[in-house]
Each structure stands twice: as C-alpha cells, then as structure tokens.
C-alpha cells in the first residue's frame, strides 16, 4: 500500500527533473564564448594605427565578434591628411591610404596563400569624415576575395568593433578559426618618398561549438570512399593499359563501369554535388545553413571527392 501511494510522487518528481534539464540544457548549450590576445601598445609610434589588445566573441545567437583597441598614430591619426600642400588658409590635405584588416582562418586546406591561409575578412578604411566598411570570403573557383555581407560595426576613442553572422562569414560549426589583425599605411611624404608601414596583432584562435553538420551519414561516407578507391584503382590501370595488353584495358573498362555507378549511388545517397563559392545571402523564404555536402576537389584525374561542412541556402516548401 505504501508503495502504492508513494509511486504518484515519485512519477511527478521524475517528471520535473527531465523538464527542468530540459529547460537548462539549451541555455548551457548557446553559452557564449570568448578568446582574447593582446599586441603591446607602442610597438608602432607612427603611421600605422598601432593595434592593441583584441577580443573575440561567438554569441549564443550565432554571431562572430571582435572588438580590437586602437591607438591612431601621426601623422595622420585615423583617416587624416598624410601631409598637407601649400599654406594656411589654402592649404589641400593629402590623405592617407591607411586601413586596419581582420583575417579569419577557419577551413584547413582552402584560403589565401599570400593572406597566410585566410578564409574571410573584414576591412575598415578609416577618411576624414567617415569610416568603411566591407568583408570578402575567398572564392576558391575564382582565386580571389569576393564582396561579402556588410558588417555591423562601430568605433570609439579607444578602438574599433564589428559583428556578423557565422554563416556571412562562411565558418562552419564545429570549427576552430584563428584570428589575426594587420593595420597598413603607405602614402608618399612631400618630397616623393614611399612610407610603408604595418603593425599586426595576434594570431589568437577561438573554438566554435556544434555537433557534426547533418548530411553525412555512413551510407553516404561509404558511397563516397568507394568512388575514391576505384578512382585510384582506375589511375593504375590506365598506366598498365598505355603498356598494352588486352587483360590490363579488359580491366580498365570494367572499372569504369564500376565507378560510373559508384558515382550514380554516390549522388543519390548523398544528395547532388555542390561547387562553386558558398553563398552570402538567402533570398526570401529561405536561410543559410552549414551542412556537409558532396564537393570534388583537385583536377582531372586526381580529384577527390569529399564530405566537409559548408554554408548552403536552405528553402521552406
């Protein structure tokens, strides 16, 4: 009988404790977090704006942010004139090319080799009466940045932030992305001479939370490794066929047979290849999403094709 009458509140107590995990869960889940590194103030006394300490942070809500101290130096300070020609009241100002550039390193075998592998970056150029500011993501098809999302941005007497969204800037989850600011200057003095000045802060790397992107299960991992080998093996077979021999080209077309339909499962399984640069923006009604999607890379007969995490644009039907 006590059993009986004890096993209602045990039932209730059971229920609460699986919704109040329910209900902490998530808020653990979408902590934010941060990195910092720092850069000493006074390594660079003029010119170059001279970069301090640097603060990244990934938001519960999927944003990517880094707010980095600033100190202007003269001659120009930030965004003013390089020098200054004729005399008071008719003087011109000259200004200065000067700009402060964020890089973001986050996929292993892609990014700018002149830029130290960098997949994304966000620029401000600072003028005499405002500030721009841009981001690019490098477009490996076409070996260049192209324009991205237009950050939100910000700046004060001590430095200078900006914010955008994780899949603006490409980084897929999960993902570690190191983190390097480069401020330049180079303009021409009064008499002719270049002067070409830099200062940079970091690297500093910051961790991005997330479980694998969906899409790649074992049907699809298998499809995939079994169109590689036959790949390979298809290599060394058109290297005994150049020799002759009629059992080595025998064995060339079986194989051809085979990874044509490798690749039909391959395709089916995972779901049609996707190439080209990863979009930026979503038109309306749909949103961008990191998944693991079918890409080959390489050339010719050397390309292989791999699962990896990539930003796709994603439709409600």
Not at 45 to 65: C, M
Not at 255 to 282: F, I, N, W
Request: charged residues 25%; positive net charge; glycine residues 10%.
């Amino acid at each position: 009988m006590d059993r009986e009458r004890d096993f209602p509140v045990i039932r209730t107590v059971a229920v609460l404790a699986i919704l109040v995990t329910a209900w902490l869960s998530p808020a653990v889940a979408r902590a934010a977090v941060s990195a910092s590194f720092d850069d000493p103030i006074g390594d660079s006394t003029y010119y170059a704006p001279d970069l301090g300490a640097t603060k990244v942070t990934v938001g519960d809500d999927e944003t990517f942010t880094v707010d980095t101290r600033i100190v202007p130096r003269p001659p120009a300070y930030w965004g003013g004139c390089a020098y200054t020609v004729g005399f008071f009241p008719y003087q011109t100002c000259v200004p200065a090319n000067m700009n402060v550039t964020w890089y973001l390193d986050f996929l292993r075998t892609a990014g700018s080799v002149s830029d130290d592998g960098a997949d994304a970056k966000v620029t401000v150029i600072p003028t005499r009466t405002q500030a721009f500011w841009e981001s690019a993501r490098w477009d490996a098809a076409n070996g260049k940045f192209s324009a991205g999302a237009k950050p939100a941005f910000g700046d004060d007497a001590g430095g200078a932030h900006w914010t955008l969204r994780l899949a603006d800037l490409g980084i897929p989850k999960p993902a570690t992305v190191r983190v390097w600011a480069v401020s330049l200057y180079k303009s021409y003095n009064g008499v002719g001479t270049l002067l070409d000045y830099s200062d940079k802060a970091g690297p500093g790397s910051i961790a991005v939370a997330g479980g694998q992107a969906p899409g790649a299960g074992a049907g699809c991992v298998g499809a995939t490794r079994r169109v590689n080998v036959l790949q390979r093996k298809i290599r060394s077979a058109k290297r005994r066929a150049a020799r002759g021999g009629r059992a080595a080209k025998r064995r060339l077309a079986r194989l051809r047979k085979q990874r044509k339909r490798a690749l039909r499962k391959m395709k089916r399984t995972c779901g049609a290849p996707v190439s080209g640069a990863a979009p930026t923006t979503a038109p309306p009604g749909c949103r961008l999403v990191t998944k693991t999607v079918l890409k080959q890379e390489g050339i010719g007969i050397y390309a292989k094709w791999v699962l990896k995490p990539e930003v796709v644009v994603e439709c409600t039907k």
